[in-house]
């Protein structure tokens, strides 16, 4: 193979400094250097525009505009070219806002010629997998066929997407509920996708989001004059979607003022728009979701009993994610691809440690929440893998005393006493973890005798197998993949 050229700007107004990098990309084989250098941050900035350059390499303090300036317009104009930030010691609070904004590193002065060699080699590979990812993503967006993209390997998942490819092809409405962030929008784009009426619009509208004021008109169109402001006709996302799909997000929030018109469009298709007496035919297949009670909000007489029984036809219930915790390593892959190449990244995955701590949180907020963490990670990695230490830079909680807080969150149970079991129950699995199934370094770690800690196993129903290989959360015991799976979803032991 020919020695493959990577041309490095470097940008720094010490003469010395330039000097010293020049002779270090000199002496580099592979690949072969090209070296290009500026003393000023603008100046810097021209070279880039005119020139392709792999890699900048920056100081922070120019005496134009700094580094992060500098990192934060290429990687605006131009995200696929690498930046690193080298900043004084006292500047190292500024990392963080480096690799923020999308820097691919940074370098604490006094700079080690050996750092800055393995710095080169190592944003050289990168850049190698972060075109090798590129050619990847167009393929996958080539093949899409809908099913790719809600990534899952529990069964309760995949007896969620049983009911929606059943029900899918029909034009059944379909009520999807479940908590905020478990992936409902994403399900009523799959049911569409895999409908019939794919090839036609998907139009959204998002109930809790419009002020009652405009909800009629947004839904339903309106004639021009009909209300102040209403300088045109104006279709509504019924006659949008005719033809296709309308998903009615937090459906929920309807007031009953609307309620009774939304019923009339579903039961005969038939709308009206506001300030028009006519009616007009349509054809469009409702998704509707919700993460309220609304058989509640039926028995406290908020909700419509009748448009109640006309949504609720076929209803998809996604779990939380705490219900189906196999979902989240391939969820995190999954996460991984998608941020690395949002974040011109190469992050290979996430170690174990890492991901066992995310085994272990209640996410309230579910796959959104996952997903969060993930790109934040990805964002702070410092490493191939994403470490503990990244996702505590992250912001995710992960020393002890988070967890027990973590725990206390995640206790099941209507009453008090059923909460303290569960709570126990999780307190008594992670000792038995640590203790890696051995009952009397389990019982000393918690403090209590071999006797009462045998006992409250009995009494509490834990099954406690010493030769069992530690499961990675003391919360859920029946989550943890096999090895060999490990290796393909990029888990770093
Ligand atoms: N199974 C999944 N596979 C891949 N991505 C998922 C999955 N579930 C959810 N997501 C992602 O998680 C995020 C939240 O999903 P989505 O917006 O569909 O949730 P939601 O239930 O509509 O939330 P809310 O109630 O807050 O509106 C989205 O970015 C979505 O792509
Ligand atoms: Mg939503």
Request: hydrophobic share 40%.
């Amino acid at each position: 193979m020919e020695n493959p050229q990577f041309t490095l700007l470097a940008v720094d107004d010490d003469a010395t400094q330039l000097e010293l990098l020049r002779v270090i990309c000199e002496k580099i084989e592979f690949p072969s250097i090209e070296y290009l250098s500026a003393e000023t941050g603008t100046q810097g900035l021209e070279t880039v525009k005119s020139r392709s350059v792999d890699l900048v390499l920056t100081d922070y303090r120019l005496p134009d505009i700094n580094g992060l300036e500098v990192l934060k317009r290429i990687k605006a104009d131009n995200p696929l070219v690498s930046v690193v930030v080298m900043t004084a010691f006292e500047d190292a609070r500024d990392a963080v806002h480096i690799l923020q904004n999308g820097g691919d590193d940074y370098l604490v002065k006094p700079t080690r010629k050996d750092e800055i060699e393995h710095l080169i080699v190592r944003i050289f590979e990168k850049s190698c997998v972060v075109r090798e990812n590129q050619i990847v993503q167009r393929e996958i967006e080539e093949s899409f066929d809908g099913l790719s993209m809600v990534v899952f390997q529990s069964r309760a998942m995949q007896q969620v997407l049983n009911l929606v490819s059943r029900s899918a092809r029909s034009d059944a409405i379909i009520l999807i509920t479940g908590e905020s962030g478990t992936g409902k929008e994403l399900m009523a784009r799959l049911i569409h996708k895999s409908s019939l009426r794919k090839e036609q619009p998907f139009v959204t509208v998002n109930i809790a989001a419009l002020p009652e004021s405009l909800m009629e008109s947004e839904l339903f169109g309106h004639a021009k004059g009909s209300f102040t402001g209403a300088d045109q006709d104006r279709a509504g996302r019924f006659e949008e979607a005719d033809g296709g799909s309308l998903f009615i997000d937090e459906v929920g929030d309807i007031p009953p003022s609307i309620q009774v018109k939304l019923l009339r469009a579903i039961q005969f298709g038939q709308i009206q728009r506001l300030g028009e007496n006519h009616t007009r035919q349509l054809n469009v297949r409702i998704i509707a979701a919700t993460n309220r009670d609304l058989e509640g909000l039926v028995a406290e007489g908020s909700f419509r009993t009748d448009l109640y029984w006309r949504l609720n036809v076929v209803n998809v219930t996604i779990p939380p994610l705490r219900a189906r915790k196999e979902d989240i390593p391939p969820l995190v892959e999954h996460f991984i691809r998608i941020f690395n190449l949002k974040n011109n990244r190469s992050i290979q995955g996430i170690t174990r440690e890492a991901l066992d701590l995310l085994m272990r949180l209640p996410f309230h907020g579910n796959v959104r929440e996952l997903e969060n963490m993930i790109e934040r990670g990805i964002i702070m990695a410092r490493g191939t893998h994403i470490s503990l230490r990244d996702l505590e830079s992250a912001g995710v909680k992960t020393s002890f005393e988070d967890e027990i807080h973590q725990l206390c969150d995640s206790a099941t149970g209507t009453d008090y006493q059923e909460k303290m079991n569960s709570f126990e129950k999780q307190l008594i699995s992670c000792a038995l973890k640590e203790a890696k199934g051995n009952q009397s370094e389990a019982a000393r770690r918690l403090k209590i005798s071999e006797r009462r800690l045998r006992s409250r196993l009995e009494i509490l129903g834990i099954h406690n197998s010493p030769d069992q290989e530690a499961s990675g959360s003391g919360l859920d015991a029946n989550v943890e993949l096999p090895r060999h799976d490990r290796r393909d979803r990029g888990i770093q032991d």
